[in-house]
Every structure is written in structure tokens, then in C-alpha cells.
């Protein structure tokens, strides 16, 4: 079965521009979620998509950072513009279920990130 | 609200020695409890898992036993290996909700 895929797995950029990270989750998954894992700490949730709408977003920085998952399959988070504080790894994971599908299924895979260095 | 407290790293032992890392949490209702795993350079992995208390997670050697009482999810292995080298985190997901919740995060490095 393969795994989560995202792409690129590395950028630089210099602050104020805009980047865009690619995402395609595991066949077959309703769920797919965009963590921040800033060096040192462990990922915080900035997203989460239940096929193609929005579970929660209470933690993404809507002045910033957008995503979209329209076809219900692979998703796209984009930063405009970028700042210093960004730098981190942008990772990917997508679960079976949808909220209420119970522990096994609710089991998040997580796909490889990418590192993002804003300069 | 849910969290979850993990002991600060790094860890470093030797080839056999036996390992704990300490994972304490809070949360609301009743939560399953998870160990992941990140190799340098990968993603995270599902290490293990449990879903009620008392229950134990084991997998590749490693344990941990959800204790209700102490609100604990400690991680054991008996003897340590070179390749258990990396990045354990401890999470917890609430049984009204999907966000999980991560701790910060314990390295370990297993020396020869």
C-alpha cells in the first residue's frame, strides 16, 4: 500500500514570498489533516479536511496560509507571503474515517514533510 | 482541555540498556493514547497504540500500558538497538474530536 506522498520535500525561500506544498494521501482515506512541526516541538494541527470540506481550521493563520482539498483526494497548502517564523517542516497525514469512525480507524499515517526554510 | 507532557531528551544510551521514556496527559472524556516515531530525515510512524485503559501497545519490542489512574503512557523497551535511534512523540486523541494532540517530542540516541 503506498504511504502518504508530499512534495517537494525541501524549499528556501526569502521572506514575503509565496510557496506551495503538495499532498496526496493514502487510497482510499477521508481524512486528511496539515500539521506545522517547528524544530524542537512536536506537530501542531493547522488543518483538517474531511473529503473536501473543512473539519477544523481554528489554528491556521487565515491572513497567510490557505489550503483547499477540491476534488476530495490530494490537497494543497499554500503560504502568501511567507515570513521568517514559517520556517518548518509542513507535514501531511490522512486517516480512513471521517469524526466518529472510531480509534483504529481514526489512526493518522503521516507522509515524509517538507522542510521549509524561509529566509 | 487535552495535552500531553512528555520527558524532556535527549536520551542517550548504550546498545542493550533498557529505555523508559515518560509520557503523562490530560484530557477530556476518554482518549486513546499513541507512540509515534521519526527517523531523521522521515515522517512520522505509528509506533503503538492503545484505546482504553489498561490496555497495552506493543510493537517492534516496544510497550506501553494506558494507566488511567496516574493518566500515563510510558514507553518501554527492554534492550535497546542502534536503529531505535530517533525521535519519539507521544499523542493523544479525545473521544469527542479528531484533532490529536502531540508532546514535544523525546530524542533518543542509542550508542554502540
Known amino acids: 500500500e503506498a504511504g502518504v506522498a508530499q512534495s517537494p520535500r525541501y524549499k528556501i525561500i526569502e521572506k514575503r514570498q509565496s510557496v506551495a506544498f503538495w499532498c496526496n494521501p493514502i487510497?482510499?482515506?477521508?481524512?486528511l489533516y496539515w500539521y506545522q512541526q517547528i524544530l524542537g516541538q512536536g506537530p501542531k494541527l493547522l488543518i483538517q479536511?474531511?473529503?473536501?470540506?473543512?473539519?477544523?481550521d481554528s489554528q491556521l493563520p487565515k491572513d497567510r496560509f490557505s489550503a483547499e482539498r477540491l476534488k476530495g483526494v490530494d490537497s494543497t497548502l499554500k503560504i502568501q507571503p511567507a515570513k521568517l517564523e514559517d520556517s518548518a517542516v509542513y507535514l501531511c497525514?490522512?486517516?480512513?474515517?471521517?469524526?466518529?469512525?472510531?480509534?483504529?480507524?481514526?489512526?493518522?499515517?503521516f507522509g515524509p514533510g517538507t522542510r521549509l526554510l524561509v529566509l | 482541555g487535552n495535552s500531553v507532557t512528555q520527558m524532556e531528551g535527549p536520551v542517550t544510551l548504550s546498545e542493550e540498556a533498557f529505555l523508559t521514556i515518560n509520557c503523562t496527559y490530560t484530557?477530556?472524556?476518554?482518549?486513546?493514547l499513541f507512540w509515534y516515531v521519526q527517523y531523521p530525515g522521515e515522517g512520522l510512524q505509528l509506533l503503538l497504540k492503545?484505546?482504553?485503559?489498561?490496555d497495552k501497545g506493543s510493537n517492534k519490542g516496544f510497550e506501553a500500558t494506558y494507566r488511567k489512574e496516574t493518566t500515563s503512557f510510558h514507553l518501554e523497551k527492554g534492550s535497546v538497538q542502534v536503529s531505535d535511534s530517533a525521535v519519539y512523540f507521544c499523542?493523544?486523541?479525545?473521544?469527542?474530536?479528531?484533532?490529536?494532540?502531540f508532546g514535544t517530542g523525546t530524542s533518543l540516541t542509542v550508542i554502540p
Open positions: 497525514a490522512s486517516s480512513l474515517s471521517p469524526r466518529g469512525g472510531g480509534p483504529l480507524q481514526e489512526t493518522q499515517y
Open positions: 479536511f474531511q473529503n473536501n470540506g473543512v473539519v477544523d
Open positions: 499523542a493523544l486523541i479525545s473521544n469527542t474530536g479528531n484533532q490529536f494532540y
Open positions: 484530557a477530556t472524556g476518554y482518549p486513546s
Open positions: 492503545a484505546t482504553k485503559a489498561d
Open positions: 487510497s482510499g482515506h477521508a481524512t
